[in-house]
């Protein structure tokens, strides 16, 4: 976003009337603004960590969760902490640069005040920033890289296998890319990554012999100390993700497998040991908690930006569990002083990408431009207008997913709607057009088939209740890391912290309760099964939009929640 | 040639098994081949009545039998579960899935100085428990843990 310094001061005129109270100095001082990435180094080893950006090359809006529950030991702990609750608990001050990153607060006046975030030519530029800094730093991806874009699922993978080259990612691990098919993965692994990025992944072994399919662990020599860095691939792949794309792999958080890696690298000399995690925060910390010998884990998967570490005590001492968010919004920064063989003190940083604070870097803008050429049309095409904000993240309905259920539901003639729980997906604000690119960063995957099924009353609940518990059953290690299915039609109300089968109650369709064994047509997208056909949901949301051609009035249809007085999870964000 | 040893596995796994079972003298060929099924076990529809006519009635919890199952199944047709026994004395392992229509999975017996270990896969209804129970010098144990089966979709 690039303002003039009148349009700046409107837009601040704007937003204060709204009543959203800026903190003029910071928002206003040019020179504090240019000291924003001035962050000193630290010690002598240093691991710049991404995570999650979902193929996002340009400057995206990303709303953060107003809803983010936490049950069982994560109640009211991080990353389960929304709003002025996150604030509070990290000290950061209200209306800042750092609160607009971290929440959901006044996301729109802040928005238009602060500008969009990441994208990979800014990114590229805060990396060499950081880089030249921290002599000998290693650049870690945590995964879900080659997914959650048009051109990337166009390209298969491609324009952020080339992206990321150039970024100087030195390592990486994975989820979604494997939906791109195990012959994907392995042929870009073996070849393009081959002598620029190590593929790891400790938990993924094939079905039959148990055999490695990808390099646990690399060992590293980081200005003369010996750093280990183990990955670890999405534990729940083939689960949470239809399975006929890796037929022949099976994952699992593999905890004894870790022990033994981590006791191996020690062997070898490692004087720090990190993994690289794709299972999701809450999964690091239990993790954290039964696994001894890793000095930090760097976490992905739940898309939870944490301003500091939770430190997690062990048998083997402490590790450090970070989340550094999602979309390209944020680098997480590891800084270690090692000396005598061990870690003496540590820093860390989570530093949000501002791409209004940062020159693009005219290599990576270059690269990007010739990605993108051959699909600008396509992208560009302006399906409807929308008056709200558009958003999805958030443990219930986003108002994006809402769109795609009216859609869905409108154009299959189906009374209930199901769309997939994901985390990623962008936002737009209110005026702007809805194009085909912000459309496909909902919905870019590789199995995007809509499907139409009668189901009686207790099946659509036996689907509720298991996505459900998927989200909030106590145990983290039970958990697949995404939100609720997102359900169109159906009133229900909600009980997180009931057990397993008996979270859903009070279903109601218009107003009268479900029967148990009526059938009731309902509409779906994202099949797990491989021969599941239908007209891709781009398509259908697309038509329905033009057809609408302005978005007003969306409700999101979120369920009453039972029992969650006192959650910290839980704040309200004006629309 | 992946492919190849894959495919005689596939095909040989269960011929190749019991051959090298024969062969090292750790299965009683007379027991294991006989016409003494126990049906009414393996018939049993709920874990009570399962565990009775097995000969596992009674059994006290123990942490010595090791159990390694998935948290999460990622195919509930075909759920790897691995089980050690350290109790002196084993002489079998029976494997449970608690709310399968019929529980009792599998039964192993081990002849004096054979390594009480299995590994196999079983097939499981819905999320429950997988409880194995041990026979070891005239007295019986269990151990259990639960895995989730679900229908997946919705990740991330």
Redesign the interface.
């Known amino acids: 976003m690039s303002l003039s310094r009148r349009e700046f001061l409107q837009m601040l005129a704007a937003a204060s009337a709204a009543g959203f109270a800026l903190d003029s100095r910071s928002a206003l001082s040019a020179a504090e603004d240019n000291q924003f990435y001035q962050i000193p180094a630290f010690g002598n080893v240093s691991l710049l960590h991404i995570t999650d950006t979902h193929a996002q090359l340009m400057p995206v809006w990303f709303r953060e969760p107003s809803i983010n529950i936490g049950v069982g030991g994560s109640f009211n702990q991080p990353p389960h902490l929304t709003g002025e609750y996150l604030l509070r608990h990290f000290g950061i001050p209200a209306h800042s640069r750092d609160a607009y990153a971290l929440t959901c607060l006044d996301f729109n006046q802040a928005a238009r005040v602060y500008g969009k975030v990441g994208g990979f030519a800014h990114l590229a530029t805060l990396i060499k920033q950081l880089r030249a800094s921290r002599p000998g730093s290693l650049l870690l991806d945590g995964g ?1 890289t080659w997914q959650g874009s048009a051109t990337t699922l166009w390209t298969q993978g491609q324009d952020m296998v080339d992206a990321c080259k150039l970024l100087g990612v030195d390592i990486m691990t994975a ?2 890319e494997f939906t791109l098919g195990a012959d994907r993965v392995q042929s870009l692994v073996n070849n393009e990554l081959k002598g620029h990025i190590e593929f790891l992944a400790q938990n993924v072994v ?1 079905n ?2 148990g055999d490695p399919v990808f390099k646990p662990y690399s060992l590293r020599d980081i200005n003369g100390v010996k750093v280990a860095i183990i990955g670890q691939a ?1 534990p ?6 239809p ?1 006929h794309f890796i037929p022949d792999w ?4 593999q905890e ?1 497998h870790l022990q033994t890696m981590v006791d191996e690298v020690r062997g070898k000399g490692a004087q720090v040991v990190v993994l690289l995690s794709h299972n ?1 925060m809450d999964t690091d910390l239990k993790l954290a908690s039964r696994v001894h010998g890793m000095d930090a884990i760097l976490g992905g ?2 898309h939870d930006g944490v301003p500091s570490p939770t430190i997690v005590k062990n048998s083997g001492g402490q590790t450090l569990v970070t989340n550094a968010g999602s979309n390209g919004k944020f680098v997480g920064v590891l800084d270690f002083d090692v000396r005598n063989g061990k870690i003496q003190d540590y820093r860390y940083k989570l530093v949000p990408v501002f791409a209004n604070l940062l020159k693009p870097d005219a290599e990576m803008a270059q690269l990007i431009d010739k990605s993108r050429a051959p699909y600008l049309d396509k992208l560009q095409e302006k399906l409807a207008l929308t008056e709200d904000t558009l958003f999805r993240r958030g443990n219930f309905n986003g108002s994006f997913d809402q769109v795609i259920l009216d859609a869905l539901m409108a154009s299959k003639d189906a009374e209930i709607g199901f769309s ?5 997906g962008t936002t737009l604000l209110p005026g702007e057009h809805i194009t085909m690119e912000h459309l496909m960063d909902q919905t870019a995957i590789t199995y995007p088939a809509t499907t139409v099924n009668m189901m009686t009353g207790a099946q659509i609940k ?2 509720m209740e ?2 459900c ?2 989200l909030f ?1 106590p ?1 983290p ?2 958990q ?4 609720m ?1 997102r359900v169109g039609g159906l009133e229900y109300s909600c009980t997180p912290n009931a057990s ?1 089968g008996n979270r859903i109650s009070n279903m109601r369709l218009h107003g009268k309760p479900i029967d148990a064994s009526k059938k009731y047509k309902v509409a779906g997208w ?1 099949p ?1 099964s491989a021969s599941a056909q239908g007209e891709p949901i781009w398509d259908v949301v697309a038509g329905w939009l033009r057809d609408q051609k302005t978005i007003r009035n969306v409700k999101p249809l979120t369920p009453s929640l039972i029992g969650v007085e006192g959650n910290h999870g839980i704040v309200s964000c004006a629309k | 040639m ?1 492919q190849d ?2 495919a005689f ?1 596939t095909q040989g796994s269960r011929l190749a098994l019991l051959g090298g079972m024969i062969a090292t003298g750790f299965l009683n060929i007379g027991r294991a081949l006989a016409a003494d099924w126990n049906s009414a076990a393996f018939t049993a529809k709920n874990m009570a009545d399962a565990m009775a006519k097995s000969g596992y009635a009674g059994a006290a919890h123990s942490n010595d039998i090791l159990l ?1 199952v ?6 509930g047709a075909v759920v ?1 579960v691995e089980v050690t026994s350290h109790i002196p004395g084993t002489t079998s392992i029976a494997i449970f899935s608690q709310d399968n229509p019929n529980p009792l999975v599998a039964e192993f017996q081990f002849l004096p100085g054979a390594m009480p270990f299995v590994s196999t896969r079983i097939k499981m209804a819905k ?1 429950s428990q997988v409880q194995v129970a041990v026979k070891a010098g005239g007295k019986v144990y269990i151990n259990a843990k639960s895995v ?1 089966v ?7």
């Open positions: 879900d989820h979604w094939t039959d012999f999405f729940y792949t083939p689960i949470a993700n399975s099976t994952f699992g958080i004894d999701g998967h739940t997939p729980g994901f985390r990623w036996g689907i298991d996505v518990d998927n059953n145990d290690y039970r697949q890391g995404g939100d299915v397993m994202a797990m | 992946r040893r894959r596995l390694k998935p948290d999460i199944a990622e195919n790897p999320t989730k679900t229908a997946g979709g919705c990740g991330g």
